[in-house]
């Protein structure tokens, strides 16, 4: 046996063990509540033994369309559209008012408010990326964010928060469970607002999030693990964007 025979036994025990696919088809049908997908027939459980019922047809449409492109071995993380809707049923619609919370933490120390000092190139691309965000947050809900460089913490208005809130608190757990995703990859609340409710397109939005990463990767260069993160993590952010406006049309 060679050593690189050697190798590959050692990382297929290394590997995670995956169920097996255990269906045939997969289908999507009116039910109580929404729309299912089926499994030979049988309805989807979430991990808290839930029925796995979506709000809309569009929405219940590529989540099947994952199961149905497993192929031997069931992999979860090709499947950010079934986690998502998991994430809906079994933590947002239990407990909404926390993961409000948490999306209203990010806008109270928001990525786009803190800017940096020098050098002037970034400065400029900051201004660039960041500020037609402020600018469209303060048109369409008529408050302020106000803005620090370096790491001095800049306190929000009440008014500028509450906006936030109001905005939060009209999103059902589907919409949320994808804005909350947005929020924790991008570090913004404005930014998943400005993909929600202010009409900037998702790539703009992953750009702006990535100004200061994308920077230092010009100046200092990226090693092949931390591009394969940043792979990574664009798939999943725009399967929640994907989510979140199926979720909401």
Not at 127 to 148: C, H, M, N, Q
Not at 192 to 208: F, M, T
Not at 233 to 249: C, G, P, V, W, Y
Request: one cysteine or more; glycine letters at 6%; charged letters at 25%.
């Amino acid at each position: 046996m060679s050593q690189d025979d050697i190798q590959e036994r050692i990382k297929a025990q290394l590997r995670p063990q995956l169920p097996k696919r255990f269906y045939e088809t997969v289908e999507v049908c009116k039910t109580e509540g929404g729309y299912g997908v089926l499994l030979d027939g049988r309805g989807i459980k979430t991990a808290a033994h839930k029925a796995l019922v979506l709000p809309r047809r569009a929405l219940a449409e590529p989540v099947a369309r994952e199961w149905r492109e497993q192929g031997e071995f069931i992999e979860p993380s090709t499947m950010p559209m079934t986690r998502l809707a998991n994430t809906a049923l079994d933590l947002v619609a239990v407990n909404p008012e926390s993961v409000r919370a948490e999306i209203l933490g990010y806008a109270g120390n928001d990525l786009v408010c803190y800017r940096a000092a020098s050098p002037k190139a970034l400065v400029e691309r900051q201004e660039k990326y960041w500020s037609p965000i402020l600018a469209r947050v303060t048109d369409k809900l008529g408050v302020v964010f106000k803005t620090t460089t370096g790491m001095s913490h800049v306190e929000q208005s009440e008014a500028a928060l509450a906006a936030i809130r109001g905005w939060l608190e009209c999103e059902g757990a589907f919409s949320l469970a994808a804005i909350h995703t947005l929020t924790t990859l991008t570090g913004s609340a404005l930014m998943s607002w400005a993909l929600a409710q202010g009409g900037l397109a998702e790539d703009l939005v992953w750009q702006a999030a990535h100004v200061d990463e994308d920077w230092q990767s010009e100046h200092w260069g990226v090693d092949d693990e931390a591009q394969r993160r940043r792979e990574a993590k664009t798939d999943e952010f725009m399967a929640a964007a994907r989510f979140l406006s199926l979720a909401k049309n």
